[in-house]
């Protein structure tokens, strides 16, 4: 005779798989701050931001350095995309997984990055990524940062 009761083990699953889901869209939602605006419209940066960039959460761990975590994030481009000028509050390594990309660093001459190559952002620098190629891109973003601040914060 069967230890097992099958309609419980049915349940316990179907709840398990539940609070997964549940888990995993609160992390899969991507933080931003929106720069502050005139009489409460978005700005052009901010609505560029959500139209043609697909971002898609993979990480978020905490690391063993108090205060800080790891985020990975997938963004998607559609051809001649750019990100509006914007920081983050940790180092960003940015790998092109498709596609061709043009990264302007504030203080520096732009850089063009094509599938296979990365580029490493110091923390707190504002940046643009553009993609320069005729048709959409990925790239795969690795961010060091401080624990418990917005991800993404728009620049002026």
Not at 12 to 26: E, H, K, P
Not at 27 to 44: F, I, L, N, R, Y
Not at 109 to 126: C, E, F, M, Q, R
Request: charged residues 20%; proline residues 4%; aromatic residues 6%.
């Amino acid at each position: 005779m069967s230890r097992f009761n099958t309609r419980h083990t049915v349940g316990i699953v179907a709840l398990v798989a539940a609070a997964a889901l549940c888990a995993f869209t609160g992390v899969s939602q991507a933080q931003e701050v929106k720069a502050p605006t005139e009489a409460g419209h978005e700005s052009a940066a901010a609505k560029n931001w959500q139209t043609g960039l697909h971002r898609t959460d993979l990480v978020r761990r905490d690391l063993d350095v108090a205060g800080r975590e790891v985020v990975q994030v997938r963004v998607d481009f559609d051809a001649g995309v750019a990100s509006p000028k914007h920081s983050h509050p940790g180092v960003e390594v940015a790998y092109v997984i498709s596609g061709t990309f043009e990264y302007q660093l504030e203080g520096q001459p732009a850089v063009t990055l094509k599938a296979g190559d990365s580029l490493y952002i110091p923390a707190g620098t504002a940046h643009v990524a553009k993609n320069i190629g005729g048709s959409s891109g990925s790239e795969l973003a690795t961010y060091i940062v401080k624990k418990g601040e917005p991800l993404v914060v728009l620049e002026q």
